[in-house]
């Protein structure tokens, strides 16, 4: 794909939603934190349902140790391997408290290195609350960049490069939103809906679907 379709591309994502942002609910960067590491194979709306409850009980890394792991898993069930999710988010909390004043740190290797916390994960906190130009690939973005041919690649990680290397710098701190949100409504992943594209006239996939 060629840097004019690109640019094309974000400007009309952009006109669109000049200020995208995450559709997990949040107050905290320790909210956001935790709703995106319950957020693994989960739905954002799920996530809402659950830490709409959780957060009125237990929003800092203090409240969550005084709760417990097996409280915490009642809260977070319905999001799925809440046991595996319940005891990373109780370990990452008694890491922040240990190594960082309870604080969520505005650092890639930190944030890297707590419990649950993955590459995707470090760079949806650093970009929503940081303001960092960082792109984190999901699945939607995964999906949006391969077939649109934006960005392809065999993995997220050579995907993220790809975004990095051609994401003109003026859009790249809002990029991520962006693409998910159009990979979560429009280039859905069984059926894209081609027909109602904004960007359909500059994406290369070769089998666009017609309306029904």
Request: proline share 7%; glycine share 6%; charged share 25%.
């Amino acid at each position: 794909m060629n840097p004019a379709k690109r640019r094309a591309i974000y400007e009309t994502l952009r006109a669109l939603n000049p200020n995208p942002t995450t559709e997990l609910l949040f107050t905290t960067p320790f909210e956001l934190l935790v709703s995106v590491v319950l957020s693994a194979q989960a739905t954002d709306k799920g996530v809402n349902v659950a830490t709409r409850v959780l957060f009125k009980v237990a929003n800092t890394p203090r409240a969550l140790l005084k709760l417990g792991e097996a409280k915490l898993s009642g809260h977070i069930h319905s999001t799925g391997f809440y046991r595996a999710k319940a005891r990373n988010v109780i370990k990452l909390s008694q890491a922040l408290i240990d190594q960082h004043g309870g604080e969520v740190p505005r650092d890639r290797e930190a944030l890297e290195a707590l419990p649950g916390v993955g590459r995707k994960t470090a760079n949806v906190v650093l970009n929503t609350v940081f303001g960092e130009p960082t792109i984190a690939v999901d699945t939607h973005v995964f999906r949006v960049g391969n077939r649109t041919n934006l960005a392809p690649g065999n993995d997220p990680d050579e995907v993220e490069r790809r975004l990095l290397k051609f994401t003109p710098d003026e859009f790249k701190t809002n990029a991520h939103h962006w693409l998910i949100l159009h990979g979560r409504y429009t280039c859905k992943a069984r059926l894209p809906e081609c027909w109602r594209c904004p960007i359909a006239q500059w994406c290369e996939y070769r089998h666009k679907t017609p309306a029904p």
